[in-house]
Structure formats: structure tokens, C-alpha cells
């Protein structure tokens, strides 16, 4: 408990701090299936996609061909 209680209280800080760059370089290290071509069903389609990192809304971005949407809770679906 207290490991966690030390953890929470640095990223407090670097919240306080406004220390933004930090925080999400440390998500986006382990952001899931980022930078891993995968299928997704998104708009109705079936689309292939590749995760590359979220926007300042915090909108999942994924590129698809020569462009980069961003998708928001509940707009995109991962096809296993």
C-alpha cells in the first residue's frame, strides 16, 4: 500500500507541476498495441490500423493508410 500511496503522490505533482510532456511520454511507453498493426471495426467498417499515440483530448489516434484518425470512447472496437 504504501509503494502505491508513493506512486499516486508523484504523479500528484507532476500533475501539479503541470509537467504534461513527462506524464504522457511515461503512457504512451505503455500505451497497449501501440505502434502494432491490428484490425478494428470502426464507422461500421472493418478497418487495418496501427495505434500510434492519443491526442490532447486523450482520443485514441490510429493511423489507417496515409492518414491519422482520432476516435473517441466507444468509436472504435479492437477485432481480435
Request: glycine letters at 6%; one cysteine or more.
Amino acid at each position: 500500500l504504501d509503494a502505491l500511496c508513493t506512486h499516486l503522490e508523484a504523479r500528484y505533482l507532476q500533475l501539479k507541476k503541470m509537467d504534461f510532456e513527462v506524464l504522457l511520454a511515461d503512457y504512451l511507453r505503455v500505451l497497449h498495441w501501440r505502434n502494432e498493426p491490428h484490425f478494428f471495426m470502426a464507422k461500421g467498417q472493418r478497418i487495418a490500423g496501427t495505434i500510434v499515440g492519443v491526442d490532447e483530448a486523450g482520443r485514441l489516434l490510429v493511423k489507417t493508410g496515409a492518414q491519422t484518425e482520432a476516435f473517441d470512447l466507444k468509436e472504435i472496437l479492437y477485432l481480435a
